[in-house]
Each structure stands twice: as C-alpha cells, then as structure tokens.
C-alpha cells in the first residue's frame, strides 16, 4: 500500500487531454513539493515535473503539474503514442524520521 | 555528458549481502548527492537513501535501516549501496540517481539499474 494514491491505470486517444491524479496527506503533499516521473519498460524512470509544477528542459510543454491542498495531477494534453509508459508521483514525508514517499504508478494507454 | 554506469546483475541467497556501484563521470563527483531507488518485479518506485559524496552524510529509508550502507569513493568517482541480510522481497531493480539540487526529489541523472535476484 503506498502513502500516495494513484489510478492503477488510466487511457486516452491520441490527441486527448489526460489528467492522472495523486492523493495524500499533509505530512507529504501538502506540506512538500509534488514530483512527477516517467518510466519505459525496462528503463530508469525520467523526471518529468519537480517542484509541482516545473519542467526539466527537454520535457515537452503538453506535460503539466498542479496541486492543490493534499492531491497533486499530472496532465499530458495532445496525447501520443509514446507517452505510452508508467507515471509515478513522489513526494517529502515528514513523518518517522522523513523520507521520500512514490505513488503505487499509473499506466498510462493510448488507445 | 553525465553517466552514471552500474554495475551487473547479481544472484544471492537469503541472508548474504550485495553490493552495487555506480560510477559516475562527466561531471564533478563531490559536488552532488546520490539518491538510490529500487523497483521489485512489476512493483512500484522505493525510495532507499542518499548519500553526499561531499561529506559522507548519508540518510536511509527506515525500511531498510540497520541493513544498508551507502559510501562513495572519491578516487574513482563511484557510489556504492551495501545490502545485507538479503530476503526474498529485496529483489529488485537498483537505481542510482544524481541528484540535482537542494530537494531529495531533484534528480537529473539515473543510472541503467542493477538487477538483485535473491532466491535459494
């Protein structure tokens, strides 16, 4: 059971707007920035949001962050093909001795 | 460019130890923290600890406390992550990561991963 909470699973048709969600608490979302990851089959997973809403150079602009109180989303508008992959939110727990806490991942389809 | 390369896939038993590297290269090693993350079979991202190659200060995960080091050897350029007391549910995918800035979560660079298999 993960300390953040998200859709098992999620799809969309190219072109869509799709939205994954992430809920959790006030000892880690809503008091700690939000952070979204990207992971292939068998790759490393690649940072995709930091700090809620930011955006590494070389992420495209169709991927977004928001938050609000304790739930985060990840938003991926003009869905393609190869955004195909798993997505992870992560966050600060400031709980025990604090530590990072992910998100069970969401497949992401593209139908 | 930056890299960070790992070491190859590893077969334990339960109840021995594994230890897995990461070389780092194109950029200055003391000057940014390494974050290690492991992934089980068809599971999710867990977090481990970090350590500062800059001082040695580490942080680990209360999961895995007790069992774990995380060292880095500033000669070669190369982070390590000690396991011991290995358990069937330790199998997984080992990641390195570099991590960027200031946050435990800023993390730029992944190595390719280590595959630990403990069965017996």
């Known amino acids: 059971q993960s300390v953040l909470t998200q859709p098992p699973s999620a799809s969309g048709t190219p072109g869509q707007r799709v939205t994954i969600s992430c809920s959790g608490s006030?000892?880690?979302?809503?008091?700690?920035?939000v952070y979204w990851f990207q992971q292939f089959p068998g790759s490393a997973p690649k940072l995709l949001i930091y700090?809620?809403?930011q955006r590494p150079s070389g992420v495209p602009d169709r991927f977004s962050g928001s938050k609000s109180g304790t739930s985060a989303s990840l938003a991926i508008s003009g869905l393609r093909s190869e955004d195909e992959a798993d997505y992870y939110c992560?966050?600060?727990?400031?709980?025990?001795?604090?530590?990072?806490?992910f998100g069970g991942g969401t497949k992401l389809t593209v139908l | 460019q930056v890299q960070l390369v790992q070491s190859g896939p590893e077969m334990k038993k339960p109840g021995a130890s594994v230890k897995v590297s990461c070389k780092a290269s194109?950029?200055?090693?003391?000057?940014?923290?390494l974050t290690w993350v492991r992934q089980a079979p068809g599971q999710g991202l867990e977090w481990m600890g970090w350590?500062?190659?800059?001082?040695?200060?580490?942080r680990y995960s209360q999961r895995v406390q007790g069992r774990v080091t995380m060292t880095t050897d500033t000669s070669t350029n190369t982070a390590y992550m000690e396991l011991r007391s290995l358990r069937s549910d330790d199998t997984a995918v080992y990641f390195c990561?570099?991590?960027?800035?200031?946050?435990?979560?800023?993390?730029?660079?992944w190595g390719q991963g280590t595959l630990v298999t403990v069965s017996s």
């Open positions: 194109g950029y200055t090693f003391i000057t940014y923290g």
């Open positions: 350590i500062s190659p800059y001082n040695g200060k580490t």
């Open positions: 700090r809620d809403n």
């Open positions: 006030s000892s880690n979302i809503g008091n700690n920035y």
């Open positions: 992560g966050a600060w727990d400031d709980s025990l001795s604090g530590y990072v806490a």
């Open positions: 990561a570099r991590r960027s800035a200031d946050y435990p979560l800023d993390i730029d660079y």
